[in-house]
């Protein structure tokens, strides 16, 4: 059947509509634009305020990127701000608009006036400038415009930020505000958002049934999945990818991080409160980074100790969970710059050979570490008394106990409570503090436990909290007695 031509104006009329426009010009990763249902609805809907509480991996940074961008083409003078919880991600966005823009046929694109890591701008033939920038950590200010806040409860300063948000939006009947997050917690301002304390919101909840991309019968799984239970609708749904993700988490993480589930958090060791306190936005291997930080994902080369040699400031202090088949080995090693313990490098070995764990510990001690620390429980206790041998009155291993863990966990506490530290704004290392939490045995004794999500099994964060351990000589103020979570909520001040 011959379709009949649609005339110029017909055509255009067509492609006004932003969803139209999308699949017809438009790739992502070199393939034309696929849109969920859900993106659709977000795309046409001209709602002020938009609260979209949603899974990992389905796509809401990016379709809010999509949105901005057509606006950055269709309307003069345009002006928009991206705020994500740390630099890098921030700038993921400004790469997000950059693909798309690539992507337009010449004749239906601006052109590209300026793009810098963290500013994007484009003219139109009539001279007018539109600008789309990235923030990390902070509030926009100055002229109004759309605003786009990614991941807002896992930002310092999160009520600040939105606060600001809604104000640059004040004045432009036509400027949108955008809040997108996983959740995190029963508390704080995306959670209110969420659950409909706002009215002024119009709200969508995006599990993964609802993604293409994890779900294998999205039409279907809309209907029926809500009513299944998690491991009935994984297995009856799920993608490849995400069977393996839940095989390898904890139920409860895989709830809130894919299910948009608020997990009770009032158990944890570390309140994200005081652990956001100490996050650095600016961080990265560069020297334009406020935080000197590198995080490698296998054995680090001659390049990466190079870089580390010339990126600490003083003693360096190491911290080791290791890990084989289910657990990835971490490594952290903390520097201390001058009255703080900065962060410096993270290394995780996924399915390593002990040895290369052995030789990658020696090789961050031969820089000329201050400690190291590491848990000696288990798979780690040959590993620790061979590094004892080899540098006494340096490694030292740590047998993992109730009581070792309460000391552990006192030690991070007061400091991240005093500041004395310094974390990247990194979404692996606040999480995994965040989820380590307390609880009560049947004998009544208090033991510490942590989730297993997709990163892990709070490998990181142990290390972190090694690590800190081995620093606690150069600190008069070191931990001498642990506080429980009750007693601490008791203190005044709390």
Known sequence: MIKERPDAKKLLAWLCDPVNFAHAFLKAGGEPVHLDPWQVSYLRNPAKFVCLLKSRRVGGSWIMALKFFLRSQTRARYNAFFVSMNREEARGKIDYVDELHDSLPPRWKLRRLNRSKDEISFASPRGTRSVIRSLAGKAPRGRGGDVGLSELPHCINSKAIYE?????????????????????GKHGVFHDLSRGKFGEFVRYEVPWWLCSSLCDNVDEASRTA????????VKKYGSGNLKKIYAAMDERAFRQESEIEFVEVEDAAFP?????????????????????????????????????????????????????????????????????????MVVSLKDTPFSIQK????????????????????????????????????????????????????????????KRVVIPAERDLIGQLAAIRQVASQSGSILYVSSRNSSGHADIAWAWLLALEGARGISERHVTEYRSVARRRSAPGF
């Open 359 to 418: 030789e990658t510990l020696e090789s961050a001690i031969r820089l000329g570490a201050t400690a190291l620390r590491m848990d000696a429980t288990g798979i780690g206790m040959d590993m620790a008394e061979r590094l004892e041998r080899a540098f006494p009155k340096v490694a030292e291993g740590v047998t993992f106990t109730a009581k070792s863990k309460a000391m552990l966990i006192a030690g991070g506490y007061n400091s991240l409570r005093d």
């Open 272 to 344: 994200v409160e005081i652990i956001t306190s100490c996050a650095q936005v600016e961080f990265g291997p560069g020297p334009e980074s406020a935080l000197a930080f590198r995080k490698i994902d296998r054995a680090p080369s001659a390049l990466d100790w190079e870089w580390l040699r010339s990126a600490r400031k003083g003693a360096l202090f190491i911290g080791c969970d290791p890990g084989r088949k289910n657990d990835q080995c971490a490594i952290v090693i903390l520097d201390l710059a001058g009255a703080k313990l900065e962060t410096r």
């Open 164 to 184: 600001g948000a809604l104000h640059v939006t004040a004045r432009g009947k036509e400027d949108h505000l955008t809040v997108e997050s996983t959740p995190l």
């Open 226 to 233: 809500l009513s299944m239970p998690t491991s009935a609708r």
